[in-house]
């Protein structure tokens, strides 16, 4: 069962108990990331993600590393577009020590100087390597351009030049506007008992102020576009993408089913066409971006340059059927069970429970059972495919990128034709 309290402050927590499990592990969120920045403030998120593992008042780096390694224990944090999480995983007994390391890296990291300058090194090798896995720096290519101009489409870690303006100044008011009561939760599953838990989570959070800054960004305005990025690659990286839904749409079911059927597994249409078939492809998937008011959907396939258009060409191919004549029978009745199926065992982890938990909070304020995702999953019907996928995939309103060696391959818009 899972509970959820609120503490005077307006910090939440919420715990679900799973007695059969030894571990615990529990996660402090914060329901900021990189959509909230501004373009100056491009990183700033994803860089205090970083210093708060980097000594406190009473703790230094190595022994805050010390402290979780003695127990057996994992720490670390992520950033996203919309939010932060600082977590660790530990023996359920850990669980008091644990939840105290955490909110004295929260609330007491000092931000030395001298770490911050190291620190900005480690991330501008983060930067780097993202550039130079070219099946990652498409995703980020993509949305700079299909959200050009709004928050959403700058890379969580920001840029080089960015990184290198973040001064301890601006890392320490940031985090004072948006490291806020109303905006912290804490979430934990395994084995933890809900009442000690608020109980500590009072004595060591009950001091975060309620107040601060409020946020009311406007989502994204969608920029059908083609764009190529000349790069010396053995291979050359497509992204075709669309607009998409947001968490909490009432056709996410349908979109669930959508992205499975046509390239979310092995079985899937563009893996059985592409590289099944006709070998032109090591990996091709499909994905969804989904945030609070807005998303998007893609496609993505690397291949050898002189098999680009014919891998366009099966691709808008596969994407046209869906559009037209949506799934058949047997199709929608495997994307469903495959969903179904890949929920099930992805929480049977504490890891993955606390997760979806903290999702939970963000994006619907409640817990969504799984007796009811599974039914939503049931209930969807070839006729709502039919009408997401030709909502979707409009040759006016899609774009994509190209990544790598293309000698000059001349590509445009009409190239989309082909979805008419």
């Known amino acids: 069962m899972i509970s959820r309290s609120v503490l005077g402050n307006g910090v939440r927590v919420l715990s679900e108990p799973m007695p059969q499990m030894v571990s615990t592990t529990i996660g402090i969120w914060v329901e900021n990331g990189s959509r909230y920045e501004a373009p100056e403030e491009s990183g700033v998120s994803h860089f205090i993600e ?34 932060t999480c600082y977590y660790a995983k530990v023996i359920g007994e850990d669980l008091p020590m644990t939840t105290e390391l955490l909110a004295d890296i929260f609330l007491e990291s000092i931000f030395d100087s001298d770490e911050i300058d190291r620190e900005r090194q480690v991330v501008l090798q983060e930067i780097s390597q993202a550039e130079d896995t070219p099946d990652d720096f498409i995703h980020d290519l993509f949305t700079l351009k299909f959200w050009q101009g709004h928050p959403l489409a700058l890379p969580i870690f920001g840029s080089v030049e960015s990184v290198n303006r973040i001064d301890r100044k601006l ?35 009950g001091s975060i102020a309620g107040d601060g800054k409020v946020e ?20 050359a990286h497509i992204c075709i993408g669309a607009p998409g839904l947001s968490q909490v749409d009432g056709l996410r079911y349908a979109s ?33 971006s989904s945030y609070a008011d807005c998303g ?44 179904k199926g890949n929920m099930l065992l992805g929480l049977e982890g504490t890891e993955s429970r606390m997760n979806r938990l903290a999702r939970n909070e963000i994006y619907f304020r ?17 006729d709502q495919v039919v009408a997401l996928a030709s909502s979707w995939f409009k040759p006016e309103q899609m774009a994509m ?20």
Request: glycine share 8%; with cysteine; net charge neutral.
């Open 171 to 205: 890392l320490r008011s940031f985090m004072a506007e948006r490291y806020r009561a109303h905006r912290v939760f804490i979430a934990a599953a395994g084995q933890v008992d809900h009442e000690r838990l608020v109980s500590d989570c009072q004595r060591l959070f």
């Open 256 to 288: 669930y089913v959508l992205n499975t059927a046509l390239g979310g597994g092995m079985s899937s249409r563009l893996f059985q066409e592409v590289r099944e078939k006709r070998g032109r492809v090591y990996s091709i998937y499909s994905f969804m």
């Open 216 to 235: 009311t960004i406007a989502p994204p305005s969608d920029h059908p576009m083609v764009l190529y990025q000349e790069k010396k690659l053995e291979q």
């Open 296 to 339: 998007s959907f893609g496609i993505y396939a690397g291949t050898s340059p002189e098999w680009v258009d014919e891998v366009l060409e099966v691709t808008l191919k596969e994407i046209g059927k869906v559009a037209r004549s949506g799934l058949s029978a047997e199709e929608l009745a495997r994307a469903k069970s495959q969903i």
């Open 401 to 420: 990128v190209l990544l790598g060696d293309l000698k000059g391959k001349k590509i445009d818009s009409a190239v989309f034709s082909a979805l008419s």
């Open 50 to 83: 970083h210093l708060l593992f980097k000594g406190t008042r009473t703790r230094t780096a190595a022994q805050i590393a010390e402290q979780i390694d003695a127990v057996g224990g994992v720490l670390n944090a992520f950033t996203g577009k919309e939010y």
């Open 366 to 382: 409640r817990e969504i059972p799984v007796a009811e995702l599974s039914a939503g999953i049931d209930s969807v019907t070839n």
